[in-house]
Structures are given as C-alpha cells and as structure tokens.
Nanobody, 123 residues
Framework: QVQLVESGGGSVQAGGSLRLSCIASRSFYSSNCMGWFRQAPGKEREGVANIYIGGGNKYYADSVKGRFTISRDNANTLTLQMNSLKPEDTAMYYC?????????????????WGQGTQVTVSS
C-alpha cells in the first residue's frame, strides 16, 4: 500500500496562494487516479481535484475551478497549486488514491491518504 506525505499548508490572507505537495512512497502507476480532498471541522469530506496519472486528465470541484490546479510533478510527487484563496477554503487537505469515480470529484472513492496539511485562510 502506498504511503503518502502531504506538506505545504499554512496560514494566508484571502487572495493569497499556497502550493501543496504530496510525496508517495513509490512511483504512481499510469492507471492510477490520484486526488486531493479536504475536510473542515464539523463538515463532510469534500473532493477538490483529481488527475489520471496516465492521461493527465484533470477534474475539479466547482468550488475551486479556475483557482486550483492539480499536477504530477514527477514520478511520485503530486501538487495542488491554490490561488485566490478564500476563507471557505480553510480545511485540512489530504492527498489520496482514488479507487472509483475519478471524473466525479464530488463522489470519488478515496482510499489511502496521508496525515494531511492544514490550510487556513483569513479574511
């Protein structure tokens, strides 16, 4: 089972940017779908963005389209570039493998994930 380690979170003001990274214990397989989801206290898990490793197709939640970009930087590193951050983006962010539903970010079946990285956006 792949191990995932997220980093890059922090505290920023609204309108700012952060770049999250996820390093995996092994190279991603071309058949893999990887993604990011977030969870704020008292709220349900929310899918943010997914990417098919082989084809590079990317999928986003409506709430982040045009502001966030998911990428695979190398064989075992996933990133999430977050621009124009809003207070409602505040949450713990997790990198995860996607077992099913890669194209449906809001209904993806996330499996293995790391310890998460906290993102806090102040107004």
């Amino acid at each position: 089972q792949v191990q995932l380690v997220e980093s890059g979170g922090g505290s920023v003001q609204a309108g700012g940017s952060l770049r999250l990274s996820c390093i995996a214990s092994r190279s991603f397989y071309s058949s893999n779908c990887m993604g990011w989801f977030r969870q704020a206290p008292g709220k349900e898990r929310e899918g943010v963005a997914n990417i098919y490793i082989g084809g590079g197709n990317k999928y986003y939640a409506d709430s982040v389209k045009g502001r966030f970009t998911i990428s695979r930087d190398n064989a075992n590193t996933l990133t999430l570039q977050m621009n124009s951050l809003k207070p409602e983006d505040t949450a713990m962010y997790y990198c995860a493998t996607v077992a099913f539903g890669c194209t449906l970010v809001g209904r993806s079946d996330y499996r293995s994930w790391g310890q998460g990285t906290q993102v806090t956006v102040s107004s």
